[in-house]
Each structure stands twice: as C-alpha cells, then as structure tokens.
C-alpha cells in the first residue's frame, strides 16, 4: 500500500534517535490517601526506531495511561519519558504541543476528524497546526497510498468507518512523524476495515521506520504486531515476540497468574524491545 520513500526524502529528514521511545520507572496515581490508584508503578521500557508494539491487559491494568504519558498527553507523576532522543517530562505546556505535533501521530478509536473539513484538509491540518508549509502533491500521494485518492473532497459523514480511520492514519503520518501512537485503532470496524488498518500501521512501521506503539484489546489486532507487552496492575508483566493470534489470548488468560511474570522477578527492569 505505501510506496517506499525516495532517497531524496530521506535525505532531508533529520536525524533519528535508535531509541524511539523510553519510559524509566514512570509513575502515574490518580486520586489522594485511601482513593489513590496507582495506575502507573514503576514501567520502565525501551522500543527501537521502526518498530510496531502492542499493549494489552485487561481493563484497569493502565494501558490507556501508559499511552497518554508516553505521547506527552499526561503528565506522570515520577520517573521520564523519551522520545526520539529528547525527554518529555519537565518542559512547559508550548514546548510539549509543538514537540508532539512534529514528532508524535495519533490515531484514535474514533477517528477524532473535523466534520467540517474533507479528507485532503484534515490530512493537513497537523500541518497547518505547526505552521509548516503544505506540500499538495505529498499529500494528495499519502492519501492514495492509503486508498482514498477518489474521496479527497469528500467530508467524514460521506466516508465509511474504514475510511475515516484511514484518513485518520494518512493525518498522523504526513508530519513524518517519529513515534505513532495508536489507542483502539480497529474498536469501531469491521473484519475487512480493521484487516486493511492494522495492514497500513504494520507498513508505517516496516517501510517508513515509524514506531508505532498501538494499545488494544483485541488479540488479532495484536499478531500484527511485532512485539505485543503485556500491562497487569499498572506493572509490565511479560512480553511476547513474533505474536500469534493464540498465543496473545493464552497468556491474556494467564495474566493473572503472577508467581510466572519476569515483572514480579525484577520489577524495575528495563523492558526492551
């Protein structure tokens, strides 16, 4: 589906840290005294430039925060976060926004595009947003690249939920961005659209060097993935390589049992990927 990138791009983009993203021991608690919960506790983890990395858990187990601190939504409460080479936490509020809008994409369960603008100008918009200038034809390629060179006018309500997403995904990876960060991606398609989604951010990754860093529930969205990491009360508890379909929904059941967990061996290692 993507067209691999010419040298000349590649030569004018800047350079890239090894590291795509690093969290050390990074703490999130919500609530005070008796109400507080952890949700974060201590994660600490490494993911290489050009990787796709899933993370399950069951619900409450902090996939959601992690992936909110990892893009610098969230502020943690302890420990860092790194992306592409430069820490996240301590920054001023500005200085967060303009580095996620030229280093980070996200791509949500629901879209999140404006009803009022067609395909071509939300495409643009991260674009527009950072004051960057707006190579048409660039994006009108990306768009293609995705499936949607016939629907570049066309508005969201106009669009099946497979193209939005895509459109959704053509939005995150136009800045060229170093890390995409993906929560849900496929909770509101079908079979075909999710396979066609979960194909093109497999891509991003194998052919564009993109990271993408993808949080879900749903074990098929995990095997296309290379790595998936699995979360269990705020605490990564295992990894798991070259997933399979199975493979994600046994250790899912076993989450629970801990005594087997490399996090419960040595709980402030790094995991790297």
Request: aromatic share 4%.
């Amino acid at each position: 589906m993507f067209g691999r990138t010419s040298r000349a791009r590649r030569k004018a983009r800047p350079a890239r840290s090894a590291e795509a993203l690093r969290l050390d021991r990074v703490r999130k608690v919500y609530g005070t005294d008796e109400a507080a919960v952890t949700a974060l506790d201590e994660v600490s983890l490494s993911l290489p430039a050009g990787s796709f990395t899933a993370v399950m858990g069951p619900s409450g187990s902090g996939k959601s925060t992690l992936l909110q601190c990892a893009a610098g939504l969230d502020r943690p409460d302890g420990g860092t976060v790194t992306v592409d080479g430069e820490e996240l936490t301590g920054g001023t509020e500005a200085a967060l926004t303009k580095f996620r809008r030229t280093r980070i994409g996200f791509v949500f369960q629901q879209y999140n595009l404006l009803d009022t603008l067609t395909a071509e100008q939300n495409t643009t918009l991260p674009l527009r947003l950072a004051g960057r200038r707006v190579d048409r034809a660039r994006v009108h390629e990306m768009l293609r690249q995705v499936g949607l060179a016939e629907r570049l006018a066309h508005r969201p309500a106009e669009l099946s939920g497979g193209q939005r997403q895509r459109v959704a995904i053509a939005r995150a990876l136009v800045a060229e961005p170093a890390v995409v960060f993906a929560d849900e991606p496929t909770g509101a398609l079908d079979t075909r659209s999710a396979r066609e989604v979960l194909t093109l951010l497999r891509e991003a990754a194998r052919l564009h060097g993109r990271t993408v860093v993808m949080v879900t529930h749903d074990p098929v969205a995990a095997s296309y993935a290379d790595t998936v990491l699995f979360l269990a009360d705020g605490r990564l508890v295992g990894r798991l390589d070259a997933p399979s379909v199975d493979a994600v929904a046994e250790r899912l059941a076993h989450l629970g049992d801990r005594t087997t967990t490399a996090a419960n061996a040595a709980p402030h290692t790094v995991m790297e990927v």
